[in-house]
């Protein structure tokens, strides 16, 4: 495999073999083409409209790149492994099509620019798909915690039995953070939005060329405001990567308590056969495989951050060809959380719920202390000291190994002669989850308010998402168009 280049002219020998292998990014940013190709169409209109080539030339230009397109969408574009990227195979298939007026398409810009702004609309997709996949999961939690409005569990803290909870409160748990984690990738989305091309190489151009107008054409917001930032900067693929990190971990930690709860230490809940595993030696096993393999994908999508950060902390301005590493831990980080938050919709959406271990789990552990403690409150003792005297219940009912619903009126006074017959309703269990009525607190009443904030943060979402993507959409059907 000989290297061949179009700008070969200050060199007496060819590229060696190996410098093409080892410069090569095609592998990556054959992924690219599309924008590519639409961010070549843009750039020709522009040229076409400034008068900076001449216009029968631009709408041969123009032409080609559209049966580009096309064998791109159809899959018969092949790429030829002897040019070093997809910028390079895009003008030289061009050329070859349309001849030497090809070779004006590269006028007033730069690989430079042409890679941040391929990348960028490459991002604006991906985050769009991140924020789809992860509304999804939160889509499937809001229904187990709609049918779950009144199943109670133990809530833990340093996974000890804390106070009982509803598991409505706790799938929305998972989706307020989820959601923030997809609101990050919207906010990002907006940052990012600015188009670099006609930064050219990274001091601008000398042809009168109209960088609002690409910039449109394409669907940024604006364009870049400065020519060395536009292809020196990538803290947009730094920020996705975080982002998809942050997402990774709370899939991660959501997948964690998944898994204990379908152990047979918990048993609270059962994965659906479809997405559960079996072992090759152990027949009765049914593994939680789905769940486990999100937790541990975790690592290799935190990776990407690392990655960029440490990629991009000495780099001067402007381009350095370091940067051509930004494409593969970026896009394999959004495509692996992605696909890890597409696959956990499907878990959590077809879960079976065990409502009575759930429940039965309560009774070990003394899950209703607090409220025998706030029991005592209502009856006049300071909480400190009330504090003090469940702690002392508690350690007889250790002792005798009871529970404190169990324990007898005369027992109980033992401890404080203030406890009456109604401190049985007020530890009952149920009673301790009504009674927590805060804002944003567990009791059903508390839930329902939630679950309408949530559902209504979904649809928030959905529309963004949906603009953007059309605007966007709007943007290549014009290109292809006129
Ligand atoms: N493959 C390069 C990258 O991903 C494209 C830009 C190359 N520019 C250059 N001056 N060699 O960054």
């Given at each position: 495999m000989a290297g061949k280049a179009?700008?070969?002219?200050?060199?007496a020998a060819g590229m060696d073999d190996s410098t093409l292998k080892f410069t090569s990014s095609l592998d990556v940013d054959a992924a690219l083409a599309f924008y590519d190709v639409m961010g070549s169409l843009a750039h020709v209109r522009m040229l076409k409209t400034c008068a900076v080539i001449p216009a029968a030339d631009a709408d041969l230009i123009a032409k080609g790149l559209r049966s580009l397109a096309k064998q791109l969408r159809d899959g018969t574009f092949e790429m030829d492994?002897?040019?070093?990227?997809i910028h390079t195979n895009i003008e030289v298939k061009l050329t070859a099509m349309i001849?030497?007026?090809?070779?004006?398409?590269?006028t007033g810009r730069s690989r430079n620019d042409q890679v941040a702004t391929d990348f960028k609309m490459y991002l604006r997709d991906a985050a769009l798909n991140a924020v789809e996949a992860i509304d999804r999961l939160i889509a499937a939690l809001q229904n187990v915690a709609k049918t779950n409005r009144d199943t109670i569990l133990p809530g833990y803290t340093h996974m000890q039995h804390a106070q009982p909870v509803t598991l409505a409160q706790h799938m929305l748990a998972h989706a307020f953070r989820l959601g923030r984690d997809a609101d990050r990738f919207l906010d990002a989305y907006e940052r990012l939005n600015k188009c670099p091309l006609?930064?050219?190489?990274?001091?601008?151009?000398?042809?009168?060329?109209d960088r609002k107008m690409t910039s449109d054409l394409l669907g940024?917001?604006?364009?870049?405001?400065?020519s060395m930032d536009s292809v020196a900067s990538r803290d947009y693929a730094t920020e996705l990567a975080f982002d998809a990190a942050m997402t990774a971990v709370s899939l991660s930690s959501l997948c964690e308590e998944l898994i204990l709860w379908s152990s047979q230490e918990f048993r609270f809940i059962e994965m659906d056969d479809r997405y559960s595993t079996g072992s090759s030696i152990m027949p009765q096993k049914k593994n939680p495989d789905i769940a486990e393999l999100t937790r541990g994908k975790t690592g290799g999508v935190i990776g990407a951050v690392v990655s960029m950060l440490v990629m991009t902390?000495?780099?001067?301005?402007?381009?350095?060809?370091?940067?051509?590493?930004?494409k593969r831990p970026v896009m394999d980080a959004l495509t692996t959380m992605t696909d890890c938050a597409n696959m956990m919709a499907k878990v959590v959406s077809t879960i079976k719920v065990d409502e009575s271990h759930m429940f039965e789990?309560?009774?070990?552990?003394?899950?209703n202390a607090t409220d025998l403690a706030d029991y005592l409150v209502t009856k006049g003792v300071p909480f400190r000291e009330a504090h003090g005297i469940v702690g002392e219940t508690v350690r007889f009912c250790i002792a005798n190994k009871v529970?404190?619903?169990?324990?007898t009126l005369d027992q109980f006074r033992k401890f404080s002669?203030?406890?009456?017959?109604?401190v049985f309703t007020a530890i009952a269990v149920k009673n301790c989850v009504d009674r927590?009525?805060?804002?944003?607190?567990?009791?059903p009443a508390s839930t329902d308010v939630e679950l309408t904030l949530s559902l209504s943060d979904l649809v928030r979402r959905e529309e963004d998402v949906r603009v953007k993507d059309q605007l966007v959409k709007g943007c290549w059907e014009k290109l292809f168009r006129e």
């Open positions: 179009l700008w070969s002219g200050r060199f492994e002897t040019l070093e990227d001849g030497p007026a090809g070779g004006k398409l590269h006609g930064a050219a190489a990274l001091a601008g151009t000398t042809y009168h060329i940024f917001r604006d364009p870049t405001e400065n902390k000495g780099l001067p301005l402007s381009y350095n060809r370091d940067l051509q590493e930004d789990a309560t009774n070990a552990g003394f899950i529970t404190l619903d169990s324990l002669p203030l406890i009456d017959e109604d927590r009525d805060s804002y944003g607190g567990t009791s």
